[in-house]
């Protein structure tokens, strides 16, 4: 971003005659620097580079201040000038001058000049050094105007790399100081924001920056960023699909460019015919496109040509001329790889790829797919927030989808399960195979460091922001029970569960999210942060080797998008992946309306799921699969995709029995977490690390009447007296296990009602086995408000342990949740798993037993115990996994007539 305005004139800023009227002999360096700045002012690029080059003759060579500011605008003249190299090597040698002088201000100029110059030139790596160093001078000197340039010029050139993260976060700084100073700019880093906030796939909030900044903008009557407001929400409602309400704003967004930048204009027109195409009106697309390719041209923009004719193929293709589409998509290819435009690459060679895969040329379809997979995998391996990162894997799933069936087509069975394996959003993956930050530490540095250096840009408010949002949040979730107002006397009919408001939620915990993103930016462990590489196939079959997986196990990976269902399994005798598929329309939409019947009818109490549906699941899921393993095959560890991780697989019917009956079953959120899982429960299997052998921590809450008492009221808009109900088998089951618990060589504590909200957290990490039974409470709207229901109706919620490390172990074995829905959580497009789950297996814990629906009190705390009875054992015998355990506790129910409501809703989330 550069603005004349801003250029310090060298010396003294006073009206001079022209030096070049007056001779060398009576010139000074002062009128001939002041000269060259208002040269520079006026456009005068040559007659500023002749003065600064006499003047710089002129001063002799120790004054090295003199010289640095001189060579500094000499620079930016030789730039102006499109002398590229040479303006290099003058600013170059301004910095080290203004080095050796102490002058920082003139190093801060300097290099400001020459990111530009490197900025305007490609070299986006140097160019971000360049305004990184700026940055900090400026913050030294308290410039807010060279810093808000810097932060401003550093989001641009991320965003153009696909550092979509790292952009937002500097487009956020240049606001912020904008904002605090009243610049000028503040709505083209609103806008900027909304652009970086769409790519990486968070669209409501980027229409929301594109509209604060069109009214900042309407303001100041600024049609340029007006225009690009519009036309950029135009851009993410073409992304959903509406290609309608594009069409309109892409006119009115080439209405208000007209006037002022005939680029832009001629962007906004080729987006209208790629709308227009979309609903079916080519020709008349295809005219403003070619009129779009047209101006580019003349223009000479070939960022903005590579798209038109990228959209000109879409259209030739509706039309059914796929020789004349691949040319013009593989002359955008070949410019955008020219300008290194690694996302419109990406684009196009997804757009070739499906060329490709339609005209049935398989193998050249792969290969371009293949290819815009590394590409989208190494801009995704730039985001670091857990949240971002989840939206980024979302927009990548045509791409997967398309390279996935691409080889399905080929029978390369390998190569499509590792695509599956990598098109699965990895946030998760990547949370567990970091060290946590803790953004507090900032909070405690700022503290210690009161009084000597200024602190960091914007972080004491940071700071406070999020604590003020932490304290709403707390109200928040202070919870509003609805209902028709249960007994106080708790019965057989009792259940486990609770209903919490949405009201606000979803907006308070977004703002909290962002904040904490942006500490988190601030921490100084969060450049080490990694992100995590999927496994491949050969490292797949490493896990048996050695010895990760037992040999009796079958890993089994679901893929559910739209168009298909692909199943793989993977056993210790596996050449390559095993796999069903149903590709038939008719087939799919049966299988998703048995998932949708079986999940209502099991969650819902007095139902009975018929053996028929079972059957129906277990053939279209698995059969096809099962019969064609191994007999030595008694575990599967399954990884659902979409709907499927609201499953209970252990519930499916082959004809002769229920899966349980011949499997035990876990899941996890991918294959490539097992090794991590893995490597937790070794070290936590290590002596020193336990308190005693099969230690147990058992919390129970039978006593909810806090939360009746007085009427209490949580919403401003919904009152009720109704509360939460007792649970009285609670305190039974968890009596039973602490009993259990200190069996042999074992150790067991007991906490109950009140004591659960102080000791649990303190407790938490003391202890090899944790158990709780009490109310929970699931939140489809703000799955981080999901979380354990406490005695006087607070939440341990999934953010307070995401978070804010409410509860963290490093002994942790096993946690147990004996209550409604613990294992439900919101599944993303890219199969990333938000919820209470999440949160657990970010605590530390490698192994969960939780629920998939509100389940009965006294049915729960029997399977519970007998649960707990068998596991038991079973580690003293040395002979018994966790999924096993519940196994057999299943089993005991299926023999006791228990119907699929009581015993199926519990799941092990784990690999022991």
């Not at 593989?330 to 895969?357: F, P, T």
């Not at 789950?837 to 969960?848: K, Q, T």
């Not at 040395?878 to 799941?907: C, D, N, V, Y």
Request: some cysteine; proline content about 3%.
């Amino acid at each position: 971003m550069t603005d004349p305005d801003r250029k310090r004139p060298p010396r003294g800023h006073k009206k001079k005659n022209d030096p070049a009227q007056t001779g060398v002999g009576s010139a000074d360096v002062d009128d001939l620097a002041t000269f060259a700045y208002e040269s520079l002012l006026a456009g005068r690029f040559e007659d500023a580079k002749e003065s600064l080059e006499r003047a710089l003759g002129l001063v002799d060579a120790n004054n090295l201040a003199s010289r640095a500011v001189l060579l500094t605008y000499f620079g930016q003249a030789q730039r102006l000038l499109q002398q590229f190299e040479q303006g290099e090597a003058s600013l170059g040698k301004a910095i080290e001058l203004a080095r050796k002088a102490s002058l920082l201000a003139c190093e801060l100029q300097a290099r400001m000049f020459l990111g530009e110059m490197l900025k305007d030139s490609g070299q986006m790596n140097e160019a971000a050094r360049q305004f990184d160093a700026a940055f900090q001078a400026a913050s030294f000197l308290k410039d807010d105007a060279s810093i808000e340039v810097a932060a401003g010029n550093l989001g641009s050139i991320y965003l153009s790399t696909c550092q979509f993260e790292l952009a937002s976060d500097w487009f956020t700084t240049a606001l912020t100081i904008a904002q605090a100073t009243s610049s000028k700019n503040i709505s083209f880093w609103l806008g900027s924001l909304g652009l970086a906030m769409s790519e990486l796939g968070q669209y409501d909030k980027s229409v929301d920056w594109y509209r604060r900044a069109f009214l900042e903008a309407e303001l100041s009557n600024d049609a340029l960023t007006m225009s690009i407001c519009k036309g950029s929400e135009g851009n993410v409602r073409f992304e959903q699909k509406q290609y309608d309400v594009a069409v309109q704003l892409y006119k009115e967004a080439k209405e208000l460019a007209g006037p002022v930048d005939r680029r832009r204009e001629g962007i906004w027109l080729g987006n209208m015919g790629v709308a227009l195409s979309r609903l079916g009106k080519v020709d008349q697309a295809m005219e403003y496109i070619q009129e779009a390719i047209e101006l580019a041209k003349t223009l000479k923009d070939e960022h903005s040509l590579a798209a038109h004719l990228d959209s000109m193929g879409d259209c030739l293709k509706a039309q059914g001329e796929p020789a004349r589409a691949a040319t013009v998509y593989e002359e955008a290819l070949e410019i955008a790889r020219r300008i290194s435009d690694h996302l419109g690459e990406r684009i196009y060679l997804s757009n070739l790829g499906k060329l490709k895969a339609e005209a049935g040329e398989l193998t050249p379809a792969y290969e371009y797919f293949a290819s815009a997979c590394n590409l989208f995998d190494e801009q995704r391996s730039w985001i670091k927030s857990d949240d971002l990162k989840t939206s980024f894997a979302n927009k990548g799933q045509e791409l997967y989808q398309d390279v996935i069936a691409t080889c399905l087509k080929m029978g390369k069975r390998v190569e499509a399960l590792e695509y599956v394996g990598r098109a699965k959003s990895r946030a998760l993956l990547d949370l567990l195979s970091n060290s946590p930050i803790d953004v507090t530490d900032l909070g405690k540095e700022m503290a210690e460091g009161a009084g000597g250096d200024a602190e960091p840009l914007g972080l004491k408010q940071l700071v406070n922001r999020e604590a003020t949002l932490r304290g709403q949040i707390a109200q928040l979730e202070r919870l509003y029970w609805q209902g028709d107002g249960p007994s106080s006397q708790p019965g057989p009919g009792s259940t486990r569960g609770a209903v919490v408001p949405t009201e606000d939620s979803a907006r308070l915990y977004g703002e909290w999210r962002d904040v904490l993103n942006q500490l988190r930016r601030r921490h100084p462990n969060y450049a080490s942060l990694i992100s995590a590489s999927t496994l491949t196939f050969g490292q797949m079959r490493d896990l048996w080797y050695e010895r990760v997986l037992s040999d009796d196990t079958c890993l089994v990976e679901f893929y559910f998008p739209k168009e298909y269902l692909l199943v793989s399994a993977v056993t210790s005798a596996s050449e390559a992946p095993l796999t069903h598929v149903i590709l038939e329309d008719e087939t799919l939409e049966s299988l998703r309306e048995d998932l949708a019947t079986f999940l209502e009818m099991s969650s819902t109490e007095g139902w009975e799921v018929p053996v028929s549906l079972c059957k129906r699941l277990y053939n279209k899921l698995l059969g096809p699969l099962v019969s064609q393993l191994p007999p030595f095959v008694k575990r599967l560890v399954l990884v659902p995709h979409g709907a499927l991780y609201h499953l209970p697989f252990s519930a499916l019917h082959d004809g002769s029995g229920y899966l349980c009956e011949k499997y035990s079953v876990s899941y996890v959120p991918t294959v490539s977490l097992i090794p991590i899982l893995s490597k937790q429960r070794s070290e936590k299997s290590q002596p020193e690390t336990l308190p005693g052998a099969g230690s147990y921590l058992v919390s129970a809450i039978s006593d909810y009447s806090a939360t009746r008492a007085n009427g209490l009221v949580f919403s401003s808009r919904l009152r009720s007296a109704a509360g939460l109900e007792d649970l009285g088998y609670t305190m039974e089951e968890a009596q039973s296990i602490a009993t259990l618990g200190k069996g042999t060589a074992g150790s067991a504590t007991l906490i109950t009602n009140e004591q659960v909200k102080e000791q649990l957290p303190k407790m938490f990490g003391d202890y090899e086995v944790v158990h709780f039974a009490g109310h929970a409470v699931f939140n489809a709207d703000e799955p981080l408000a999901s979380g354990l229901v406490l005695a006087d109706g607070s939440i341990l919620s999934a953010a307070s342990i995401l978070e804010g490390s409410a509860l963290r172990t490093r002994r942790g074995r096993l946690l147990v949740l004996s209550a409604c829905q613990t294992g439900v959580n919101v599944v993303t497009d890219g199969g990333e798993i938000l919820g209470l789950a999440r949160a657990l297996m970010y605590a530390g814990m490698p192994n969960l037993v939780l629920s998939l629906w509100e389940v009965a009190d006294r049915s729960t705390a029997d399977l519970m115990q007998d649960f707990h009875t068998f596991l038991k054992s079973g580690w003293e015998a040395g002979a018994m996994t966790i999924s096993e355990a519940l196994r057999q506790a299943q089993l005991k129910a299926i023999a006791a007539k228990q119907p699929i409501h009581a015993w199926a809703p519990f799941i092990h989330f784990g690999v022991e």
